[in-house]
Protein backbone atom coordinates (compact mmCIF):
# COMPACT_ATOMS: atom_id res chain seq x y z
CA UNK A 1 0.00 0.00 0.00
CA UNK A 2 1.12 3.64 -0.50
CA UNK A 3 1.87 5.77 2.17
CA UNK A 4 0.92 9.52 1.15
CA UNK A 5 2.54 12.82 2.56
CA UNK A 6 0.03 14.27 4.95
CA UNK A 7 -1.08 17.69 4.52
CA UNK A 8 0.88 19.99 6.97
CA UNK A 9 4.18 17.82 6.73
CA UNK A 10 7.35 19.52 5.96
CA UNK A 11 10.07 18.26 4.17
CA UNK A 12 10.64 14.65 2.81
CA UNK A 13 9.97 11.30 4.04
CA UNK A 14 10.64 7.91 3.38
CA UNK A 15 7.42 5.96 2.07
CA UNK A 16 7.69 1.84 1.47
CA UNK A 17 5.55 -0.35 -1.05
CA UNK A 18 6.28 -3.84 -2.14
CA UNK A 19 5.58 -3.67 -5.93
CA UNK A 20 5.18 -7.46 -7.07
CA UNK A 21 6.62 -8.71 -3.93
CA UNK A 22 9.41 -6.28 -4.11
CA UNK A 23 10.28 -3.50 -1.72
CA UNK A 24 10.76 -0.37 -2.50
CA UNK A 25 11.41 2.92 -0.45
CA UNK A 26 11.35 6.29 -2.08
CA UNK A 27 11.07 9.66 -0.84
CA UNK A 28 7.73 11.65 -0.33
CA UNK A 29 8.27 15.66 -0.59
CA UNK A 30 5.84 17.73 1.37
CA UNK A 31 2.79 18.01 -0.85
CA UNK A 32 2.79 14.60 -1.49
CA UNK A 33 4.79 13.89 -4.68
CA UNK A 34 6.49 10.85 -4.64
CA UNK A 35 10.12 11.25 -5.59
CA UNK A 36 11.92 8.63 -7.78
CA UNK A 37 15.74 7.78 -7.43
CA UNK A 38 17.82 7.38 -10.81
CA UNK A 39 17.69 3.48 -10.80
CA UNK A 40 13.63 3.81 -10.31
CA UNK A 41 13.74 5.97 -13.20
CA UNK A 42 15.12 3.53 -15.64
CA UNK A 43 12.58 1.34 -14.62
CA UNK A 44 9.68 3.73 -15.33
CA UNK A 45 11.60 4.48 -18.93
CA UNK A 46 11.77 0.95 -19.78
CA UNK A 47 7.65 1.19 -19.10
CA UNK A 48 7.68 4.08 -21.04
CA UNK A 49 9.05 2.57 -23.59
CA UNK A 50 6.72 -0.36 -23.90
CA UNK A 51 3.93 2.90 -24.39
CA UNK A 52 6.00 4.59 -26.60
CA UNK A 53 6.47 1.72 -29.34
CA UNK A 54 2.71 0.56 -28.93
CA UNK A 55 1.95 4.01 -29.96
CA UNK A 56 4.09 4.11 -33.01
CA UNK A 57 2.58 0.42 -34.03
CA UNK A 58 -0.97 1.98 -33.10
CA UNK A 59 -0.51 5.28 -35.84
CA UNK A 60 1.10 2.90 -38.80
CA UNK A 61 -2.08 0.49 -37.74
CA UNK A 62 -5.02 3.75 -38.53
CA UNK A 63 -6.44 3.41 -41.67
CA UNK A 64 -10.18 3.55 -43.15
CA UNK A 65 -11.92 0.77 -42.50
CA UNK A 66 -10.04 -0.34 -39.23
CA UNK A 67 -12.12 -0.43 -35.69
CA UNK A 68 -10.69 1.02 -32.56
CA UNK A 69 -11.44 -2.53 -30.84
CA UNK A 70 -8.68 -3.88 -33.55
CA UNK A 71 -7.03 -1.18 -32.56
CA UNK A 72 -7.08 -2.60 -28.85
CA UNK A 73 -6.50 -6.39 -29.65
CA UNK A 74 -3.06 -4.56 -31.54
CA UNK A 75 -2.41 -2.86 -28.17
CA UNK A 76 -3.05 -5.69 -26.12
CA UNK A 77 -0.74 -7.92 -28.06
CA UNK A 78 2.21 -5.74 -27.90
CA UNK A 79 2.21 -4.77 -24.67
CA UNK A 80 1.66 -8.25 -23.51
CA UNK A 81 4.61 -9.38 -25.58
CA UNK A 82 6.90 -6.45 -24.16
CA UNK A 83 6.38 -8.34 -20.85
CA UNK A 84 4.05 -5.71 -19.33
CA UNK A 85 0.64 -5.70 -18.17
CA UNK A 86 -1.91 -3.01 -19.63
CA UNK A 87 -2.40 -0.76 -17.07
CA UNK A 88 -5.93 0.85 -18.25
CA UNK A 89 -7.62 -3.12 -18.41
CA UNK A 90 -9.51 -3.84 -15.56
CA UNK A 91 -8.64 0.10 -14.14
CA UNK A 92 -11.80 1.18 -11.87
CA UNK A 93 -13.93 -1.57 -14.38
CA UNK A 94 -12.65 0.09 -17.75
CA UNK A 95 -12.63 -2.61 -19.66
CA UNK A 96 -10.48 -2.50 -22.97
CA UNK A 97 -6.13 -2.11 -23.23
CA UNK A 98 -6.80 1.66 -25.18
CA UNK A 99 -9.27 4.50 -24.72
CA UNK A 100 -10.12 5.71 -28.30
CA UNK A 101 -11.67 8.57 -28.59
CA UNK A 102 -12.99 9.24 -32.07
CA UNK A 103 -14.05 13.24 -33.44
CA UNK A 104 -15.74 14.53 -30.85
CA UNK A 105 -15.05 12.35 -28.25
CA UNK A 106 -12.34 14.27 -25.90
CA UNK A 107 -10.88 11.51 -23.46
CA UNK A 108 -11.66 7.82 -22.10
CA UNK A 109 -13.58 6.03 -25.88
CA UNK A 110 -14.42 2.70 -25.39
CA UNK A 111 -13.10 1.01 -28.26
CA UNK A 112 -15.74 -0.83 -30.11
CA UNK A 113 -16.17 -2.79 -33.05
CA UNK A 114 -19.27 -1.39 -34.46
CA UNK A 115 -17.90 1.62 -35.58
CA UNK A 116 -15.48 1.85 -38.72
CA UNK A 117 -12.43 4.45 -38.87
CA UNK A 118 -13.20 6.31 -41.95
CA UNK A 119 -11.54 9.20 -43.95
CA UNK A 120 -11.29 12.14 -42.45
CA UNK A 121 -11.91 11.42 -38.77
CA UNK A 122 -9.73 11.60 -36.21
CA UNK A 123 -8.57 9.39 -32.87
CA UNK A 124 -6.76 9.73 -29.82
CA UNK A 125 -5.54 7.04 -28.71
CA UNK A 126 -4.42 6.78 -25.00
CA UNK A 127 -2.35 4.02 -23.53
CA UNK A 128 -0.65 2.93 -20.25
CA UNK A 129 1.79 -0.02 -19.56
CA UNK A 130 3.38 -1.66 -16.08
CA UNK A 131 6.39 -2.84 -16.19
CA UNK A 132 8.11 -4.72 -13.08
CA UNK A 133 5.06 -2.59 -11.17
CA UNK A 134 6.80 1.07 -13.05
CA UNK A 135 3.76 2.72 -14.81
CA UNK A 136 3.65 4.60 -18.38
CA UNK A 137 1.34 6.44 -19.98
CA UNK A 138 0.83 8.13 -23.61
CA UNK A 139 -1.12 9.53 -25.56
CA UNK A 140 -1.26 10.57 -29.40
CA UNK A 141 -4.49 11.99 -32.19
CA UNK A 142 -3.94 10.54 -35.43
CA UNK A 143 -5.49 11.47 -38.96
CA UNK A 144 -7.54 8.73 -40.62
CA UNK A 145 -6.51 9.70 -43.97
CA UNK A 146 -6.65 13.23 -45.30
CA UNK A 147 -8.34 15.10 -42.83
CA UNK A 148 -9.81 18.62 -42.52
CA UNK A 149 -6.84 21.44 -42.45
CA UNK A 150 -8.81 22.51 -39.04
CA UNK A 151 -8.26 19.29 -37.94
CA UNK A 152 -4.46 19.49 -38.77
CA UNK A 153 -4.54 22.38 -37.40
CA UNK A 154 -6.06 21.44 -34.19
CA UNK A 155 -3.35 18.30 -33.73
CA UNK A 156 -0.82 20.61 -34.91
CA UNK A 157 -1.77 23.23 -31.63
CA UNK A 158 -2.36 20.58 -29.29
CA UNK A 159 0.67 18.21 -29.38
CA UNK A 160 2.59 21.73 -29.34
CA UNK A 161 0.83 22.36 -26.06
CA UNK A 162 1.83 19.57 -24.28
CA UNK A 163 5.62 20.21 -25.52
CA UNK A 164 5.40 23.28 -24.40
CA UNK A 165 3.92 22.50 -20.69
CA UNK A 166 6.63 19.50 -20.88
CA UNK A 167 9.29 22.36 -21.02
CA UNK A 168 8.79 23.66 -18.03
CA UNK A 169 9.07 20.76 -15.98
CA UNK A 170 12.65 22.07 -14.51
CA UNK A 171 13.92 22.23 -11.17
CA UNK A 172 12.81 25.19 -9.29
CA UNK A 173 9.76 25.94 -11.54
CA UNK A 174 6.41 25.68 -9.96
CA UNK A 175 3.58 22.90 -10.73
CA UNK A 176 1.32 25.84 -11.99
CA UNK A 177 4.00 26.84 -14.93
CA UNK A 178 2.72 23.70 -16.58
CA UNK A 179 -0.65 24.62 -17.43
CA UNK A 180 0.55 28.26 -18.04
CA UNK A 181 2.47 27.36 -20.67
CA UNK A 182 0.10 25.05 -21.92
CA UNK A 183 -3.00 27.53 -21.89
CA UNK A 184 -0.74 30.16 -23.23
CA UNK A 185 0.04 28.60 -26.33
CA UNK A 186 -3.13 27.10 -27.23
CA UNK A 187 -4.40 30.66 -26.53
CA UNK A 188 -2.36 32.07 -28.89
CA UNK A 189 -3.07 30.19 -31.63
CA UNK A 190 -7.17 30.97 -31.72
CA UNK A 191 -10.23 30.33 -29.96
CA UNK A 192 -10.01 26.70 -28.70
CA UNK A 193 -11.42 25.34 -25.92
CA UNK A 194 -9.47 23.59 -22.78
CA UNK A 195 -11.76 21.40 -20.59
CA UNK A 196 -10.93 22.78 -17.02
CA UNK A 197 -12.17 19.77 -15.53
CA UNK A 198 -9.67 16.93 -17.09
CA UNK A 199 -5.70 17.11 -16.91
CA UNK A 200 -2.49 15.21 -16.43
CA UNK A 201 -1.39 13.79 -13.19
CA UNK A 202 1.40 12.40 -11.32
CA UNK A 203 2.95 9.21 -12.35
CA UNK A 204 5.02 6.13 -10.73
CA UNK A 205 4.29 3.20 -8.82
CA UNK A 206 0.18 4.04 -9.43
CA UNK A 207 -0.75 5.49 -13.15
CA UNK A 208 -2.69 8.47 -11.28
CA UNK A 209 -1.39 9.74 -8.18
CA UNK A 210 -0.44 13.46 -6.60
CA UNK A 211 -0.62 15.90 -7.97
CA UNK A 212 -3.28 16.89 -10.44
CA UNK A 213 -1.76 18.77 -13.27
CA UNK A 214 -4.00 21.85 -14.74
CA UNK A 215 -3.98 22.86 -18.51
CA UNK A 216 -4.10 26.26 -17.59
CA UNK A 217 -4.16 28.85 -14.78
CA UNK A 218 -0.87 30.95 -13.48
CA UNK A 219 2.51 30.76 -13.32
CA UNK A 220 4.52 30.33 -10.35
CA UNK A 221 2.51 28.50 -7.98
CA UNK A 222 2.26 25.21 -6.53
CA UNK A 223 5.47 22.74 -5.38
CA UNK A 224 8.50 23.40 -6.78
CA UNK A 225 9.60 20.72 -8.99
CA UNK A 226 12.44 18.60 -7.63
CA UNK A 227 14.63 16.03 -9.73
CA UNK A 228 13.41 12.34 -9.41
CA UNK A 229 9.41 13.59 -9.62
CA UNK A 230 7.45 12.31 -12.30
CA UNK A 231 4.27 13.70 -14.43
CA UNK A 232 1.87 12.89 -17.26
CA UNK A 233 1.57 15.90 -19.34
CA UNK A 234 -1.91 15.56 -20.82
CA UNK A 235 -3.38 18.98 -23.15
CA UNK A 236 -7.28 18.03 -24.38
CA UNK A 237 -8.00 20.86 -27.00
CA UNK A 238 -11.21 21.20 -28.51
CA UNK A 239 -12.07 23.04 -31.58
CA UNK A 240 -15.18 24.78 -30.24
CA UNK A 241 -16.21 24.92 -26.54
CA UNK A 242 -14.50 23.82 -23.26
CA UNK A 243 -17.78 22.47 -21.87
CA UNK A 244 -18.21 18.41 -22.32
CA UNK A 245 -20.25 15.88 -20.84
CA UNK A 246 -20.07 12.37 -20.16
CA UNK A 247 -21.95 9.63 -22.24
CA UNK A 248 -24.16 7.03 -20.65
CA UNK A 249 -21.49 4.63 -20.46
CA UNK A 250 -19.69 6.44 -17.53
CA UNK A 251 -16.54 6.41 -19.05
CA UNK A 252 -16.87 8.45 -22.86
CA UNK A 253 -16.17 12.23 -22.24
CA UNK A 254 -17.61 14.35 -25.45
CA UNK A 255 -17.76 17.94 -26.35
CA UNK A 256 -21.00 19.75 -25.64
CA UNK A 257 -20.87 21.12 -29.09
CA UNK A 258 -20.32 18.28 -30.80
CA UNK A 259 -16.96 19.80 -32.07
CA UNK A 260 -13.91 17.62 -32.93
CA UNK A 261 -10.89 17.56 -29.83
CA UNK A 262 -7.32 16.40 -29.77
CA UNK A 263 -5.68 14.71 -26.79
CA UNK A 264 -1.59 14.19 -26.85
CA UNK A 265 0.41 13.08 -24.14
CA UNK A 266 3.79 12.34 -22.30
CA UNK A 267 4.92 10.88 -18.83
CA UNK A 268 7.91 12.83 -17.89
CA UNK A 269 10.77 13.23 -15.18
CA UNK A 270 12.17 15.95 -13.65
CA UNK A 271 15.81 15.90 -14.09
CA UNK A 272 18.54 18.22 -13.18
CA UNK A 273 19.40 18.29 -17.25
CA UNK A 274 15.99 18.95 -17.83
CA UNK A 275 12.99 17.25 -18.59
CA UNK A 276 13.29 13.70 -19.81
CA UNK A 277 10.69 12.16 -21.56
CA UNK A 278 9.68 8.70 -20.59
CA UNK A 279 7.32 7.82 -23.56
CA UNK A 280 8.98 9.63 -26.15
CA UNK A 281 11.42 6.90 -27.97
CA UNK A 282 14.43 9.96 -28.35
CA UNK A 283 13.48 10.60 -24.64
CA UNK A 284 12.12 14.20 -26.19
CA UNK A 285 15.39 15.34 -26.99
CA UNK A 286 14.04 16.68 -30.76
CA UNK A 287 11.06 18.73 -30.01
CA UNK A 288 12.61 19.92 -25.99
CA UNK A 289 16.05 21.16 -27.99
CA UNK A 290 14.31 22.97 -30.64
CA UNK A 291 12.04 24.81 -27.79
CA UNK A 292 15.19 25.57 -25.50
CA UNK A 293 17.36 26.63 -28.40
CA UNK A 294 14.51 28.92 -29.48
CA UNK A 295 14.26 30.58 -26.13
CA UNK A 296 11.18 29.33 -25.09
CA UNK A 297 12.69 27.87 -21.90
CA UNK A 298 15.25 30.56 -20.70
CA UNK A 299 16.67 28.33 -17.55
CA UNK A 300 19.57 26.76 -19.91
CA UNK A 301 18.78 23.10 -19.06
CA UNK A 302 19.65 20.55 -21.39
CA UNK A 303 16.66 18.24 -21.90
CA UNK A 304 16.65 14.54 -22.87
CA UNK A 305 19.57 14.00 -20.84
CA UNK A 306 18.63 10.25 -18.86
CA UNK A 307 20.22 10.61 -15.40
CA UNK A 308 18.92 12.51 -12.73
Not at 115 to 131: F, N, T, V, Y
Not at 165 to 188: C, W
Not at 260 to 269: D, K, M, T
Amino acid sequence: MLFRAQSGELGCQAARLTIQGVPYVFKKHKHGIQIKTPEQLEKMRAAGLVVGRTLELLRKAVEPGITPLDLDAIAEKAIRDAGAIPSFKGYQGYPATICASVNNEVVHGIPRDDRKLREGDIISIDCGAILDGWHGDAAITVPVGEVDPALTELMRVTEEAMWRGIAALTVGRHLSDIGYEVERYVRSQGRYGIPREYGGHGIGTQMHMDPWVANHGRPGRGPRFEAGMCFAIEPMVNLGTDRTRVLDDDWTVVTLDGKPSAHFEHSVAVTHNGPWVLTALDGGASRLGRLIGAGVDDDGAKPGDESL
